[in-house]
């Protein structure tokens, strides 16, 4: 079965590394060996051994009848969308690890599949190749999920890991995670929760089958953390993750991605460094948990390739994926309950008057500040409690 890849980058090129490197077992899974016939970049790797499968024009695969099954690992929305439609309308089954893609086209191209009876599958968007999406779309059917809370980006978590075991503030520990290859030159979709977020409104797509749209998601990053917040955590013996959050809330879900305090009994405490995981509960399963490597080279490029082995094997169907175009209202978050961990100058005599009860922390070496707990209430209480107090240096939510 011949094949394209659309970008040969990181990934693109480590769908071809695994594609040769489990060739025959590969082959026997799908039924027959799945061969790169082209692949399409701007540049031409002189000496690589796919020099002469480059083309730069993406109609070339479009048109080529041999090429069944397309990969796209370009990023970003344009010119992706264009390509990969393209590919669908020709009756190309399409296989992406492109996150920003399918957060914000998922549907449309889903539906456009199916239109022409080819698959639009995107395993490798969502945990690297921790294969979630494959499991709430297939193996979690009977169960309604009424919560999904992931650790869904590498770069943050192991920022936030470094800091924990070393103290160290959040600029230098941006700075090693770009030296060694965990952060982009630019951070911001990592560091401000913006893929954290778009990984979160995939999953609450395919559990409530409607369009998501990540902009409704209210979103915090980790550029606020401190060492003074890790500090005050290793106090209360906790940790600060970074969570992607969705529970259902009556008709609709409510969504949110923010760092947040955990305690050790927390299933999510102890994912550390670049790992991935993702908590689910069903309401006839229970708990669930997905863990592994969340980002890389060979562990995303090995669920590029699984999907496209699952589109060698169903190469004449498409395989139902309900997600309709038709947008989830989602709930409004400040009618969600948390715990809040809050660090002030206010007097001790402000905050149980404004908060009631509370329980104050202390943290060596921290002085001219306090910080203290809240029992559980709505973001909105929250908020307005907050206003009135005024002197708020830092709030990190407490689960």
């Known amino acids: 079965?011949?094949?394209?890849?659309?970008?040969?980058?990181?990934?693109?090129?480590?769908?071809?590394?695994?594609?040769?490197?489990?060739?025959?077992?590969?082959?026997?899974?799908?039924?027959?060996?799945?061969?790169?016939?082209?692949?399409?970049?701007l540049r031409e790797f002189e000496g690589d051994p796919i020099h002469d499968k480059i083309v730069h024009d993406y109609q070339v695969i479009a048109e080529d009848k041999e090429i069944q099954i397309v990969v796209e690992t370009m990023g970003g929305v344009e010119p992706a969308f264009t390509f990969v439609k393209a590919m669908l309308e020709a009756g190309k089954h399409v296989v992406t690890s492109n996150k920003a893609l399918v957060a914000d086209k998922g549907a449309e191209l889903i539906a456009l599949a199916k239109q022409h009876n080819v698959n639009f599958l995107f395993e490798a968007s969502v945990g690297g190749g921790i294969p979630i999406i494959r499991n709430l779309s297939h193996c979690l059917t009977a169960d309604v999920v009424e919560e999904i809370t992931g650790i869904l980006n590498g770069t943050t978590n192991y920022m936030m890991t470094k800091m924990t075991l070393e103290g160290s503030e959040f600029d230098d520990v941006l700075k090693d995670a770009q030296?060694?290859?965990?952060?982009?030159?630019?951070?911001?979709?990592?560091?401000?929760?913006?893929?954290?977020?778009?990984?979160?409104?995939?999953?609450?797509?395919?559990?409530?089958?409607?369009?998501?749209?990540?902009?409704?998601?209210?979103?915090?990053?980790?550029?606020?953390?401190?060492?003074?917040?890790?500090?005050?955590?290793?106090?209360?013996?906790?940790?600060?993750?970074?969570?992607?959050?969705?529970?259902?809330?009556?008709?609709?879900?409510?969504?949110?991605?923010?760092p947040c305090l955990l305690a050790p009994e927390h299933p999510l405490y102890s994912v550390n460094d670049v790992f991935n995981a993702v908590f689910v509960h069903g309401n006839v399963l229970g708990d669930a948990m997905f863990y592994g490597s969340g980002a890389g080279k060979l562990?995303?490029?090995?669920?590029?390739?699984?999907?496209?082995?699952?589109?060698?094997?169903?190469?004449?169907?498409?395989?139902?994926?309900?997600?309709?175009?038709?947008?989830?209202?989602?709930?409004?978050?400040?009618?969600?309950?948390?715990?809040?961990?809050?660090r002030t100058t206010a007097e001790e005599t402000a905050i149980k008057e404004i908060f009631g009860e509370v329980t104050f922390v202390r943290a060596e070496g921290v002085t001219g500040e306090m910080g203290f707990l809240t029992e559980a209430m709505t973001e909105g209480a929250y908020e307005e409690k907050v206003a009135r107090l005024g002197a708020v240096i830092q709030m990190i939510r407490v689960k």
């Open 179 to 258: 030296e060694k290859g965990y952060a982009e030159k630019d951070p911001t979709a990592d560091v401000e929760g913006h893929d954290a977020c778009r990984k979160i409104a995939i999953l609450t797509s395919l559990v409530c089958g409607q369009q998501v749209d990540f902009e409704d998601i209210h979103t915090e990053g980790i550029t606020k953390i401190s060492a003074t917040d890790i500090k005050y955590a290793g106090a209360m013996g906790r940790a600060i993750k970074l969570l992607a959050t969705s529970r259902k809330s009556g008709d609709t879900y409510s969504a949110m991605v923010a």
């Open 299 to 342: 562990p995303t490029a090995s669920a590029v390739v699984a999907d496209m082995v699952e589109c060698a094997q169903h190469s004449s169907e498409h395989i139902p994926l309900e997600w309709k175009a038709n947008k989830l209202t989602l709930a409004d978050y400040r009618e969600t309950d948390n715990r809040f961990f809050v």
């Open 1 to 41: 079965m011949k094949a394209a890849i659309m970008g040969y980058g990181t990934i693109g090129s480590g769908v071809v590394e695994v594609l040769e490197t489990n060739r025959d077992m590969i082959a026997k899974r799908a039924g027959e060996a799945i061969e790169v016939k082209s692949v399409l970049d």
